[in-house]
């Protein structure tokens, strides 16, 4: 492999590694400038999922510490949940309803399109999800989006004949 290569592929894993930039979209850019599309996937997802782990995991963290720490101001205080402000129940609700109607897997499929796999993964764990349960679900739709980028630039470029790949 080239200099050139291990440029793309280290671009691929940076890429993929940053949040919303994603590694669908890096995955056709390095194909295109010519680096080998097995490599390229690899580098982007990997570079994904670590930033994904990340998120899951300190965002598991946070969210724990936050519950315990409401917890204690509740207890202190002597509130309940009537005196919740309307506002904050009903967006409870709403998070509520959309968990029910497409669950973990429906968040994760469409958090690469649009959310963000990063932003996905956060979302899940402030939902209560356990960090290795939405990082499983945010990965497994991560490498399905990443395959469908790879067999779509791949055959786009030999059918076109554009590329190093043409």
Do not use: C, H
């Not at 300190?58 to 969210?63: A, D, L, P, V």
């Not at 101001?73 to 509520?96: E, F, L, M």
């Not at 497994?140 to 067999?151: D, K, Y």
């Amino acid at each position: 492999m080239s200099a050139a290569d291990w440029a793309v592929l280290g671009g691929a894993f940076l890429g993929g590694a940053i949040p919303w930039l994603e590694a669908i979209v890096v995955i056709p850019a390095g194909i295109l400038a010519g680096a080998p599309p097995l490599l390229v996937v690899l580098a982007a997802v990997v570079g994904n999922l670590i930033t994904v782990w990340l998120a899951a995991y300190f965002g598991e963290q946070i969210r724990n510490w936050w519950l315990r720490r409401r917890a204690k101001r509740r207890v202190a205080s002597d509130t309940d949940a009537a005196t919740v402000p309307a506002k904050k129940q009903a967006r409870q609700q709403r998070i509520d309803r959309v968990m029910k109607k497409w669950g973990l897997p429906g968040l994760a499929i469409l958090g690469p399109l649009g959310l963000g796999t990063q932003l996905s993964a956060l979302a899940a764990v402030a939902m209560g999800v356990r960090a290795r349960a939405a990082f499983m679900w945010v990965g497994l739709a991560t490498i399905l989006w990443a395959t469908v980028a790879a067999v779509l630039t791949t055959l786009g470029v030999s059918a076109f004949g554009l590329g190093a790949a043409g």
